[in-house]
């Protein structure tokens, strides 16, 4: 144990030494640690604390906190990691319990079994008790180094996220720096270039004046010359005159002196008065122009100010960006150009010509290249235009870019909406008075909770107001649809619920008779006793004009259908099926274009027909249905009527029908009809 | 005449097997005359000592295909009229094509016992052998053979139950004229034992007939009260019990209806009055032959498939 702990002092006297071998120094630091731990010592646990301690000691002293968990060996850094230990401090019955069971050591001489996680040393679980661990935390060795390993791992995690935040943050900076040194480059470039222009054109100044000057002196020295010469020539006649009247005087013969003295003393009184100009032909001064430096002046100014920015250019529009009355508009800049703010110019655009387009433009301020324009219509299309500025000017404005918003959700039509146990057809509104690009519908299949709705399956690229849509049967469906142009798919629409039980659908009101009058629920047909004067009733192109009739809206589907219809012993009626276009002047079952079952009361009894093509097989039914079930059958091409309370058979139509027929429904005496929809099928209607 | 037994139609039978008798006091020994394959399935015809009749009695089986009837699982007995014997349905109605895709069962017994060697037994055509009007005859020479209705009700189907395992829970009736009568009176005086009826031109109110008259008379004696246990319109005014689905096709060129033998419009102003579901319908241009069965027969085991199949 001396000789351990001696090597230990060395080595962390020579950690103090040199920080350079601290990596050097852990491992066989650590080593020891190990070998203290694993060797069964005599030694007790006081003694084993201190090479931990010492350890612990050069590890914070050395700053070595990163490198330091790689080198600690397994099963040794729970010593290694003091702290957290505060944790712990609330005594624990059960570890208590655990910790007496675990024990292995009996006696001092055995290895350290427990661990005090308050004075950080191993110790015996025996001596808890009475030892001077009595009130600290002492847990079992191999629970201790679980524990510290696990802080440990969180702290290692913990630095791991600093460490990679420190990454980025540092990869940031290098963007930054690399950033700055380009722009500071760009900068310098920027004025280089801008004094090299300065200087040139002072330079080319500079010649400019030079030359100017010497052609001025030129001039005046020429001028300079010429009166000098002047000068000189007179000073030479001069002379002249002079030495000849000195020649004259000195002239002995008087004779010849008078004879020739006057014409001299002529030219020289002409001489004498004749005045000399004396003056310079030139001025002595030269004609300095006041430098005109504005320009460079400008020049030096704009060295220091950054040039107004170019135009910015308009981003096209980002898909799902928009909403119904916002638009999200984004433009870009050019990098080299400095904004302080831009303007941001919009316009509506009416395809309808007739409104005039001129409308102001409406303006707003931005500081970022993206601006989300509020309040404007559903499905309409905008035009934006945007300006940059800063201090030096104002670009020129950007081209311009037409967004449109998204339209307005579409609204289900709930009674126009039909559906079968394998499809339904639903049919909406646009919503919006401008045509859209197309449609699309999601459908929810609800769980076995209502509450839990399973994936959306989309249809896509509708291009009218209705869809039908295959379903399987006996689920129930949750049904959207949104509207779609180019700026996007609007909001969905107000949900609309389908039911696959049965067949469902509703009547088309367009087709009543006027005397037949159809209940709020649209599902109930009267014919009241009021006798409506004909010339009130009003008769559409599609209503029925003889036949107390109305048609149904059945699913455009060749399945099997079923429905059902309650009646009043004492009505006549007619129920069955007809083509849509079955005639409407006449009576239901009458022609080949309609099936149906019809009741008529006589004095005697109740007779019931099953009329196609105005013949009916002669059959008796002795008991009177009050709900009768038709169920229609396209591949099996049969129509077959039941009593629905007993589910008796009461006939089948074999036809094939070529088209899709509707349920027809007619009075033929006052009284109501009552249609049941949504009924799943009674297993017997397949065994006919 | 002929009667119609519309076979029993055994669920998860694939072979039938021949049994001994497992109750004493019935002989259950069955010999088979006839095996042919037909429509998937076989027709067969087995003889048998009866108790009931106290003679040798033949009745026809038709056994469906073993898948459909796995997928069906659903028993019927029928009957045949006047003058006829088992084979007269099974050769003529064309019923085994339905029967196979119903996964139905059919058992045609003969109309009444033979070789009783009983006085004036084979004297005419609507009285006797082959017109044993399914009654229990009261009166001698006929009370210990002329059984039928026992026979229909009791023995045959106990019969059919313990040799062909098809199911006694699941049976319907159904016949051609006096085997029409035969399957209405069985269904209205059992109410429940049978799950579905139907008839072809039956013998509605056989008390206001001369076959009926003659016949009943005969086997029953003059006082009429006792007639009314076998009319069907008489049962039908006094029915109660879980509604019956009547279904009855009578020929409207029929020889009997217009000779007032069949008088359907009894039954159904009676079944109007009580309530009892009939769907009758007149089919127009045939007559009382097995032309007309046959062109119906389908619709008629469509309609006791539904009630037993369900």
């Not at chain 1, 129920?575 to 276009?581: K, L, N, R, S």
């Not at chain 1, 059959?619 to 009177?624: D, F, L």
């Not at chain 2, 003659?214 to 003059?222: E, I, M, Q, R, S």
Request: some cysteine; glycine content about 6%; overall charge negative.
């Amino acid at each position: 144990m001396d000789l351990f702990g001696g090597t230990l002092d060395v080595i962390t006297e020579e950690m103090t030494v040199s920080d350079d071998e601290d990596r050097v120094e852990d491992r066989p630091t650590a080593f020891m640690d190990k070998y203290i731990e694993n060797t069964t010592m005599h030694a007790t646990g006081v003694q084993a604390t201190v090479p931990v301690s010492s350890f612990q000691r050069f590890s914070v002293d050395t700053n070595e906190s990163l490198h330091f968990e790689p080198f600690i060996p397994e099963g040794e850094e729970n010593e290694l990691t003091p702290g957290n230990d505060d944790v712990f401090l609330t005594e624990n019955q059960d570890e208590s319990k655990e910790l007496m069971e675990g024990r292995t050591a009996q006696s001092e001489s055995d290895s350290p079994d427990a661990y005090c996680t308050d004075c950080q040393t191993p110790t015996h679980a025996f001596k808890k008790p009475t030892g001077p661990h009595k009130n600290h935390r002492v847990i079992l060795m191999k629970k201790a180094a679980q524990e510290i390993k696990n802080d440990i791992s969180k702290t290692r995690s913990k630095l791991e996220e600093k460490i990679t935040q420190m990454e980025n943050f540092v990869s940031n900076l290098e963007e930054i720096f690399i950033t700055v040194e380009e722009n500071f480059g760009r900068q310098e470039q920027n004025l280089e270039q801008h004094y090299n222009d300065v200087l040139q054109t002072l330079a080319h100044r500079y010649d400019e004046r030079a030359s100017a000057q010497e052609d001025e002196k030129k001039i005046k020295l020429e001028s300079l010359y010429n009166q000098l010469i002047g000068c000189g020539k007179m000073m030479d006649d001069s002379k002249e005159l002079i030495e000849q009247a000195q020649a004259l005087y000195r002239n002995e013969n008087k004779y010849a002196f008078l004879q020739r003295v006057m014409p001299i003393m002529k030219r020289i009184e002409g001489l004498a008065k004749e005045e000399v100009d004396l003056k310079i032909a030139t001025s002595l001064e030269f004609d300095v122009p006041a430098a005109d430096l504005s320009d460079v002046k400008q020049m030096m100014d704009t060295i220091n100010a950054v040039p107004a920015p170019s135009a910015p250019v308009m981003n096209p529009q980002i898909p799902n960006s928009a909403t119904c009355t916002s638009l999200r508009v984004c433009w870009s800049l050019f990098s080299d150009d400095t904004v302080e703010y831009y303007e941001l110019y919009s316009r509506p655009i009416f395809e309808d010509i007739t409104v005039e387009s001129d409308l102001e433009a409406s303006k707003v301020k931005v500081k970022e290249t993206h601006y989300t324009v509020t309040d404007l219509l559903s499905n309409a299309q905008y035009e934006f235009w945007v300006t940059a500025t800063n201090t030096t000017g104002i670009s020129p404005a950007s081209e311009k870019a037409v967004y449109m918003t998204v339209p307005s959700p579409p609204v289900i039509k709930p009674r126009e909406c039909t559906s079968c146990p394998e499809a339904a057809l639903i049919r909406w509104d646009s919503g919006n008075t401008n045509p859209v690009d197309s449609y699309t519908l999601e459908l929810i299949e609800m769980g076995a909770e209502s509450s839990t709705s399973t994936a959306t399956e989309s249809i896509v690229a509708i291009p009218t107001c209705e869809c039908l849509i295959q379903l399987q049967p006996g689920k129930c469906y949750l049904i959207y649809v949104r509207a779609v142009n180019i700026g996007g798919p609007s909001e969905r629409s107000q949900s609309f619920t389908v039911s696959t039980t049965g067949t469902l659908f509703h009547l088309m009101e367009d087709t009543a008779h006027p005397c037949l009058s159809v209940s709020e629920d649209g599902f109930t047909m009267f014919y009241t006793d009021e006798e409506l004067p004909l010339s009130e009733m009003v008769f559409g192109d599609n209503t029925f004009a003889r036949c107390v009739a109305v048609l149904g809206d059945l699913i455009p589907v060749r399945a099997r259908h079923y429905w059902e219809v309650e009646v009043d012993p004492h009505t006549e009626y007619r129920i069955g099926v007809a083509y849509e276009d079955t005639q409407r002047n006449a009576y239901l079952g009458g022609n080949n274009s309609s099936w149906c079952m019809r009741h008529v009361l006589t004095p005697s009894r109740h007779k019931y027909e099953f009329l196609h093509n105005g013949w009916s097989p002669d059959i008796r039914i002795t008991s009177h249905p009050l709900r009768i079930g038709m169920a229609l059958d396209y591949d099996k091409g049969t129509l077959s009527f039941f009593n629905a309370d007993l589910g008796q058979h009461l006939f089948t139509f074999q036809c094939q029908f070529l088209h899709y027929v509707h349920p027809c429904f007619a009075l033929d005496n006052p009284g109501a009809l009552a249609l049941k929809n949504g009924i799943k099928a009674p297993h017997y209607v397949t065994l006919v | 005449m002929m009667e119609e037994d519309a076979g029993t139609s055994a669920r998860r039978e694939k072979r039938f097997r021949v049994q001994t008798s497992e109750k004493s006091d019935v002989s259950m020994a069955l010999v088979q005359v006839s095996s042919n394959k037909c429509c998937g399935g076989y027709q067969k015809v087995f003889e048998h000592d009866s108790s009931e009749l106290k003679c040798k009695m033949k009745f026809a089986i038709y056994l469906p295909p073993k898948d459909l009837v796995d997928l069906y699982g659903a028993d019927v007995i029928t009957k045949a009229g006047l003058t006829c014997t088992e084979q007269n349905f099974i050769t003529k109605a064309g019923s085994q094509q339905a029967a196979a895709e119903h996964g139905i069962i059919l058992v045609a017994p003969d109309t009444s016992p033979r070789g009783c060697n009983i006085e004036g037994e084979d004297e005419s055509w609507d009285f006797g052998t082959g017109a044993g009007f399914y009654v229990n005859a009261t009166q001698e020479p006929w009370k210990t053979n002329y059984r039928m209705y026992a026979y229909i009700t009791e023995e045959l189907p106990r019969l059919v139950n313990s040799n062909f395992a098809a199911d006694a829970e699941r049976v319907g009736v159904s016949g051609h004229s006096m085997g029409g009568h035969g399957a209405l009176i069985c269904a209205l005086k059992n109410p429940g034992k049978y799950k579905s009826v139907s008839a072809f031109a039956p013998i509605c109110n056989p008390m206001q007939c001369a076959w009926g008259q003659k016949a009943f008379a005969g086997y029953l004696g003059p006082d009429k009260s006792s007639w009314e246990a076998y009319d069907a319109t008489v049962l039908a005014g006094a029915y109660s019990g879980p509604a019956l689905d009547i279904l009855i096709d009578q020929g409207r060129d029929d020889q009997f209806l217009s000779a007032s033998q069949l008088l359907p419009d009894n039954l159904i102003a009676a079944c109007s009055q009580s309530n009892i579901p009939v769907v009758f319908r007149l089919q127009q241009g045939y007559d009382h032959s097995y032309y007309f069965v046959f062109s119906f027969i389908s619709d008629h085991i469509k309609h006791h498939a539904k009630y037993l199949n369900a």
